[in-house]
């Protein structure tokens, strides 16, 4: 699960189809025989989209990045350049204690500030007979270095979470958004658009039916749908594919028909290059992805609908620093941080 900081809610999203393994059910213990009464069966199926047209649902989603820590690495490009000793020299004098604090305060000026957006989801009526329509919208407010964004998405689905087209509405969505995504299948555009409110739609339709069940499923994610999430273009980051595994578990039964979601989700060590070109000159700066683990809490309307989350991620990102190419030694940063994402449910407008 965590969007608009960094490439947050681009691991957060999950992107899995379902193979299921279930937990067995216990069996219901028996009345004594005295006092005894016929019990309605408990009929448990998987959870399945059926909202009706007209419904609306406003939610706020907070997103927020904590940077804990930041540690240079400093090794040599050539053993011969630097005596003994030497290397551990200019590392205290680059970064002493004071250094280090001004530089994790500068990465964690824009981070630690925290995201707060508007996500609607509309049911619009279906274009075809057994199947949902959905409209989603995301309204990020302008900051002191970004305009005011809004993205625009439609997807039809079968009551069972199959995506079975899905479009960037271009028209209502600011031109940065709409172009990143306009790019993916229509498949990967619902798990994004879902994914910036935090929800993953992995494991969640027609596969778990009773509390304890739950999935456990690896995928692989292409460069462009990862990009698309962080917001980067293929010109600025040169990216491999991005290899994940989430479980995905029915935790719990509500009444009224929700369900509570548990969902954890970790990425393989991952490394990329960030590209930066200033006239002619083009430099490629190293960047890696030791941990990024999510772990969030989502609850789900009787209807199929999302209706709250919290999640929470952690990280351990290792950055290269740009250092004039005369220098006899590299620097790399080794960046800790962790983050939370809350979306609740302001207001519904039930369809009739």
Known sequence: MFRALTCLAALSLGGWAGANAAVPAVPPTALPPSTARPQPAVIQTPLLLAPR????LEFRTVT???VDSVKPDLRTRDQNKLPEGVLAAIGDEMFGPESLEELRALLAEDLESGVEQKFFIRVLPPTQAGTVRLALTLLTPKTASEPAQRLSTVHTLSPSGKVLGGEVDRAASSRQQGTALAQLSA???WIQALAQ???????????LAGAGEHTDVAQTVSAEAFLASTGLGTEEIEASEVHLRGVTTLQELLPGGSRRYLQVTHIEPWETQLVTREGRRTQRIPMSFEQFETRGISRYRADGLPQELEATVNII???GLPLDPELPFDVTLE?????EQ???????TEGR
């Open 317 to 319: 990102q290792f950055l």
């Open 187 to 189: 498949e990967e555009l």
């Open 335 to 339: 960046v800790r941080m962790h983050g």
């Open 197 to 207: 409110a935090g929800f993953d739609p992995s494991g969640i339709y027609g596969v």
């Open 53 to 56: 047209p007209g419904t609306l």
């Open 342 to 348: 809350k979306t609740r449910l302001v207001q519904v």
């Open 64 to 66: 927020r990045l904590t």
